[in-house]
């Protein structure tokens, strides 16, 4: 099957576009676009924004996308389809003005069967209206036709899209079994002889397996053939080692190839059980997860290939060996990504199901269009080795109703009959399962505690997220009660890993409850790692964990933000110009904060101590943190204004002691843990040179870490990740933007406006920092550095030649980075 990207030429501008708005309104403010393209982070943020900060102020409305194309006369006897990658949300697609189909959730790929509607020789006009109610989504959702687009043309004998799935059904010393099953559709009058012709490729590209099936189509027809090839010493799929084999499956009439799929595929085994826990190919497997929402920070929800593959190396470099989509169903650019480079996925179908959580979310929908979602969300993943589980769901409250819970089943159930080769889960919060008799249960675990007054507010609008901040420790008594465990008995039997959303008060206790109950932390609060990752290692059926969360977002603004006594408050959302959540261990532009060398120590991959430092303009008062917040100490040792002042240094560390320096002169000398399970605090006094950590165990060197003060006076220091970028435009690459003194220090406090000009065939796509609080656009050419760090996104604009990024700020120069479009 031919598959092209269709990508360019498209027209987009704010509203629908029907025949009456086109009556009253007249013209509409149009502008060119290639896709993947995110409509809201081109507008300008507004405080007043009905989504507020849950979607970081951004503009959700509907849109409007046309495109004007010819196909000529060979395709007139071909099968035709349009495949949208992802449409954010409610997308209406009609061609040569004939409606053709729809897709109201925003997060699934969805195909147009489009043959009938086409002309030959003359121009075709495609039109897609992306009607996106407010608010949408608990989150920044973007808007728009964000993924790709592929046309897509066929034989009448064809494999029908995504219709080839393979699976390695037994894995042994010497031999692996692959079971390929190749859906072919025949369109056209007659009998057919065809030959369905598999291959397996190594690296090399030599055939280590095949085989070749006579089949006999008869008209109008669809039907799933089945082959086992046999690879003797294969090369297995790990996170470690993630060898990809190359598969080509073709259809043959005589000599002649009627169609032919190309693709890769890891041979792995799979298994699950209570002695071992998780096993990958005869491994035991710890999930070091994290999980993700879908925004590119500077890019909005654009996805591209770079983006995608940036955003798994990272979190690879960090430690983590596993991701979860959260909540929602992962891109085929970042499955691609987790294949390449051994990242693990929990790849996720949705946040709600019958019941909404905001207004117009997938709730409005989810009942008649589940099945189709979760059809096109098993074909996409069926072949990509690095997903090991579906969740079915996130945070369910149908999940403690006897009757509602059937619709876990029907899911799981439904997955299970599209892909036998990998888990299911649900990730429940107890707490939620069990809403709809909140107020008696807090009623009997209040009795005298103090705990949850009477009236107490709960949250804003009942939010989940605002609640479980408000009650506390209520939180935790009624997650543990027998209540939460009864009630979410049934939903927990229908899966095959019980997906545990901040309930880690439960691991122990339900592993010894329910024998044959295998558990994975599927959300839990970043700061409980250390205590959670002592369970899952002593556990067999506790088989991992996934914080919230691995990378800062955009929306549900200030979940993890952290104030001090005497700011404002604005109750458990931060208000305008507050845009990220700022819970994430990376940034908004990749840049790893201090709680992910914790992690990383926490997880034994790190042997160094690493040091931050809390803000000296905050020494001595009492942070107000949330249930996603730990700390907010900064990598930095420049604190101008505060030269002889107070400062409190924080050390992480798995050593037993850490002796800390300032200046080569010894400070103090301090156990490990004392308040905090791996690390150290110091109270010292702040003046400009070297810190250093030094770890010891048994009165002996393990490790030592130091930051030096850099020089006030800074440069620019820019470099591109990627020397060349497609000129086509299908591409990006990122520059990184460093405020450094002569030396090449980088001085955190610098937070400079930088400037940023691009002359050849490019485009900045995207520019900023990671700042969680800044009213500056992503589409704007100046922004401040933020830990003296920014970040450009630069694309191709359809001609080849040299890019030259120029950045400019005052007193420091100017500093060029030359990309080649190619």
């Not at 932390?521 to 700061?527: D, I, N, V």
């Not at 408050?569 to 845009?579: L, T, V």
């Not at 240094?649 to 308040?675: C, F, H, S, W």
């Amino acid at each position: 099957m031919k598959k092209i990207k269709f990508n360019d030429n498209w027209t987009f501008h704010q509203g629908g576009g029907s025949s009456l708005e086109a009556l009253m309104g007249g013209e509409k403010i149009t502008k060119e676009v290639t896709l993947p393209h995110d409509a809201s982070i081109e507008r300008e943020r507004n405080p007043q924004e009905p989504g507020g900060s849950g979607n970081g102020f951004f503009r959700e409305e509907t849109i409007h996308y046309t495109k004007d194309f010819t196909l000529d006369n060979s395709c007139a006897d071909k099968n035709i389809w349009l495949e949208f990658e992802g449409v954010y949300q409610n997308a209406f697609v009609y061609i040569n003005n004939s409606y053709a189909g729809k897709c109201p959730y925003g997060y699934s790929n969805f195909f147009i069967d489009a043959a009938k509607y086409m002309r030959f020789d003359r121009k075709n006009t495609i039109k897609v209206v992306v009607k996106n109610g407010v608010p949408s989504g608990r989150w920044y959702t973007g808007g728009g036709i964000y993924r790709d687009v592929n046309l897509m043309i066929g034989d009448r004998m064809h494999l029908v899209p995504e219709g080839a799935h393979l699976a390695a059904v037994d894995v042994e010393d010497g031999q692996a079994v692959v079971r390929v099953e190749s859906t072919i559709e025949y369109t056209g009058t007659g009998v057919r002889d065809i030959t369905i012709c598999t291959a397996l490729l190594d690296e090399s590209g030599a055939v280590v397996a095949e085989d070749n099936m006579p089949v006999t189509v008869e008209e109008h027809s669809k039907g799933t053939y089945r082959q086992k090839i046999y690879v003797e010493n294969p090369r297995l799929w790990d996170v470690d080692t993630p060898y990809l084999y190359s598969y080509r499956i073709s259809v043959k009439e005589a000599d002649k190839i009627l169609d032919e799929e190309e693709g890769t595929f890891g041979i792995r085994k799979l298994q699950l059980d209570r002695k071992y826990g998780l096993r990958i190919n005869g491994k035991v497997v710890k999930l070091r997860g994290g999980c993700i929402h879908h925004d590119n920070g500077v890019t909005g929800t654009a996805e591209f290939a770079h983006g995608a593959w940036f955003r798994v190396k990272k979190m690879k470099e960090a430690g983590y060996n596993a991701i979860r989509s959260s909540h929602y169903p992962m891109s085929r650019r970042l499955l691609e990504a987790c294949d390449k480079l051994g990242m693990l996925v929990m790849d996720e179908f949705a946040d709600v199901w019958t019941s909404t959580k905001v207004d117009y979310d997938y709730g409005t929908h989810m009942a008649e269009w589940w099945e189709h979602d979760v059809t096109n969300l098993v074909n996409k993943d069926y072949n990509h080795p690095c997903v090991i589980m579906y969740s079915i769901g996130n945070e369910i409250p149908e999940t403690g109703n006897k009757f509602d819970v059937q619709w876990g089943k029907k899911l799981a159930d439904k997955f299970r009959s599209l892909d036998d080769s990998r888990y299911v889960t649900n990730s429940l919060n107890l707490m939620l399962s069990i809403m709809d008799r909140l107020g008696d249960l807090m009623a009997l675990a209040t009795e005298g505690s103090a705990d949850v007054k009477e009236g107490a507010d709960l949250g804003e609008n009942n939010e989940i997220n605002s609640m479980m901040s408000n009650m506390g420790d209520m939180m935790e008594k009624l997650t543990a009660s027998e209540a939460a465990g009864q009630a979410t008995r049934e939903a927990f039997a229908q899966v095959d890993i019980a997906g545990y959303n901040y309930a880690a008060c439960r691991y122990i206790s339900d592993g010894d409850a329910y024998p044959n109950r295998i558990i994975v932390g599927s959300e839990t609060y970043p700061k409980d790692l250390d205590v959670n990752w002592e369970l899952v290692e002593k556990y067999p059926h506790l088989i991992g964990d996934f914080s919230w969360t691995a990378w800062d977002y955009l929306g549900e603004a200030g979940i993890g933000k952290i104030t001090y006594e005497g700011k404002q408050s604005f109750g458990f959302y931060a208000p305008y110009p507050e845009k990220a959540a700022y819970c994430g261990d990376m940034n908004l532009i990749g840049d790893r904060r201090p709680i992910s060398y914790w992690r990383e120590i926490i997880w034994g991959l790190r042997k160094a101590p690493y040091i931050a430092v809390q803000l000296p303009g905050h020494h001595g008062e009492t942070p107000n943190m949330t249930n996603w917040s730990m700390t907010d100490a900064v990598r930095s040792w420049n604190w101008k204004g505060y030269e002889g002042k107070p400062v409190t240094v924080e050390v992480y560390t798995d050593a037993q002691e850490v002796e800390l320096y300032i200046n080569g002169r010894p400070v103090e000398k301090k156990k490990v843990g004392e308040t905090k399970k791996y690390m150290a605090f110091f109270e010292t006094i702040y003046e400009p040179g070297t810190i250093e950590a030094v770890a010891l165990s048994d009165g002996k060197e393990v490790g030592r870490d130091v930051i030096i003060s850099a020089q006030e006076e800074v440069r620019i220091a820019a470099a591109a990740d990627m020397t060349r970028i497609p000129a086509d435009e299908s591409d990006i690459c990122y520059v990184d933007i460093s405020m450094v003194d002569a030396l090449g220090n980088l001085n955190p406090g610098a937070d400079k406006a930088v400037t940023v000009s691009i002359d050849g065939p490019g485009v900045i796509l995207g520019f900023g920092s990671g700042a969680p609080a800044s009213s500056e656009n992503y589409f704007d050419k100046t922004a401040k550095a933020y830990e003296g760090r920014l970040r450009a996104a630069v694309r191709g604009n359809g001609q080849k030649g040299t890019v030259t990024v120029t950045l400019n700020a005052d007193g420091c120069g100017e500093t060029k980075v030359q990309i080649e479009a190619v």
